[in-house]
């Protein structure tokens, strides 16, 4: 099946530009662009709004009404989902890893705002009870008569990634349109996978020579590096197309972790103050300000070149950016 023959709800306001980072960039030692997929615009916009219209129109052909998926505190794939369920009437259910907090900040206050049930999980539970959990909601949608549709973390998914399969078919139209050659490395934030999956796939299709990094802003049990050649490897068979993955294939940094998920990093934290200082752009501590300063650091231990052509994919996230107010602000103390 051809991408364009998948069913797809729009969602986002796309295309989302592509903006010179010529300040930013020339202090790294790069020519830095910035796909600005933080400006997709429905429930506060953010590259994940990409993986639901193809998993929204799959769920509304199912004629679903209870939609199902998990994150942690401020993740912004539960922020999107909880809105595009309202957006198609159906009931947003969240189980989210971390107990319940005292206030709702950033991501979870739009949670609520969008009617979004919450059902909170000890941080070390998480990883055995999860999958058990939200199929005990599916279970209980189910006895009421309603149908359940259970979205992975992070819309992680082949039907998911092809939400960047089409997102690298835009940016080569984009380039195409101005004359500007491919970049060499395209660069994104991993968390779940199904984003850096899609790219890879769809590199194949459009831009064959550019790089493919994935900077890591959690662990993960299994290589992030064969979790993603496996899904890349399924979303590829879903287009019939011949070419795979392995792990060996599949370019992910891993140094830029910090204490760990959800958990700010001195260099991260150092990323946001920068982006904002020299472009006036937004990152968050989750997500966005971890993977550039894996740029940064990447171009400073030369593995990725100095004067080389980097897109960055910018994947959203400012709303988690205000419950670390205090943190971000810690230079003001005194």
């Given at each position: ?18 903006e ?5 960039g ?11 997929d ?19 129109a799959d ?54 705002l969008?009617g ?15 999958n058990p ?6 279970a ?14 992070g819309g ?7 939400g960047?399969?089409?997102?690298v ?11 500007t ?11 779940s ?7 890879h796939?769809?590199c194949?299709?459009?831009?064959p020579n550019?790089?493919?990094v ?11 590096s064969?979790r ?10 879903l ?11 599949i ?34 501590p ?39 107010a205090?943190?971000?602000?810690s230079?003001?103390?005194?």
């Open positions: 099946m051809k991408l364009e023959e998948l069913p797809r709800l729009s969602l986002g306001y796309l295309p989302t530009p592509i010179p980072m010529e300040r930013l020339a202090e790294i030692g790069i020519s830095l662009s910035v796909k600005r933080d400006f997709t615009g429905f429930g506060g916009g953010g590259n994940k709004v990409r993986k639901l219209e193809y998993l929204m769920a509304v052909a199912q004629e679903v009404k209870v939609l199902i998926t998990t994150g942690g505190h401020q993740s912004n794939h539960a922020r999107m989902t909880a809105a595009a369920a309202r957006k198609f009437g159906m009931k947003p259910i969240l189980v989210l890893r971390g107990n319940r907090p005292d206030q709702y900040q950033g991501n979870l206050l739009l949670d609520h969008f979004a049930e919450i059902d909170f999980l000890d941080p070390d539970a998480y990883f055995t009870e999860i959990r939200m199929d005990h909601h599916a209980e949608a189910e006895a009421r008569g309603e149908k359940p549709y259970i979205i992975p973390l992680a998914s082949a039907l998911g990634a092809m960047y399969v089409n997102a078919k835009e940016l080569s139209e984009q380039y195409m349109a101005v004359g050659p491919a970049p060499q490395y395209l660069v994104a934030p991993v968390g996978g199904g984003t850096l999956a899609g790219l796939i769809g194949s299709l459009y831009w550019t790089e493919v994935g900077i890591a802003v959690t662990g993960s049990a299994v290589p992030f064969d993603i050649a496996a899904m890349a490897n399924a979303g590829a068979a287009l019939d197309l011949k070419k795979r993955w392995t792990g060996a294939d370019r992910i940094e891993n140094d830029y972790i910090g204490p760990g998920y959800s958990i700010p990093s001195e260099a991260g934290n150092a990323a946001i103050k920068l982006a904002g200082n020299r472009e006036g752009m937004l990152l968050d989750v997500y966005t300000g971890k993977a550039f300063a894996g740029i940064m650091g990447c171009v400073e231990n030369g593995s990725i070149a100095k004067s080389s052509s980097v897109l960055f994919i910018h994947c959203g996230g400012s709303p988690a950016l205000f419950p670390y205090r943190l971000l602000t230079d003001l103390a005194g």
